[in-house]
């Protein structure tokens, strides 16, 4: 089984930065994908940035110029520094990985979620 932990949620002015992490733990034998998702109140649960095992990086149009995301590979960590917060960032944000545990069974997890609230 694996696990996912997120960290570094928040409140924040406009304008301002925050860096979540998320580490992921169990019998992973590789991770192929490390994503961050968010959900706000009464919308559907939204890409924000993923990165794969190559370093190959994919932005939603509403965060390209803001957000980073980066991965350590030695750690299974994942994170995503936002830069220029706006309001219509708040929501709960998520953690999504993807790969394989064992010899060969593929495994697709979620975090538990992070809180970001972007508010003067």
């Known amino acids: 089984q694996v696990q996912l932990v997120e960290s570094g949620g928040g409140l924040v002015q406009p304008g301002g930065s925050l860096r979540l992490s998320c580490a992921a733990s169990?019998?992973?034998?590789?991770?192929?994908?490390m994503g961050w998702y968010r959900q706000a109140p009464g919308n559907q649960r939204e890409l924000v940035a993923g990165?794969?095992?190559?370093?190959?990086?994919n932005y939603a149009d509403s965060v390209k110029g803001r957000f980073i995301i980066s991965r350590d590979n030695t750690k299974s960590t994942v994170y995503l520094q936002m830069n220029s917060l706006k309001p219509e960032d708040t929501a709960a944000y998520y953690c999504?990985?993807?790969?394989?545990?064992?010899?060969?069974?593929?495994?697709?997890?979620w975090g538990q979620g992070t809180q970001v609230t972007v508010s003067s």
């Open positions: 999504n990985a993807r790969g394989i545990i064992g010899t060969k069974n593929t495994f697709g997890s």
């Open positions: 169990g019998s992973i034998s590789s991770i192929s994908y």
């Open positions: 990165i794969t095992s190559g370093g190959t990086t």
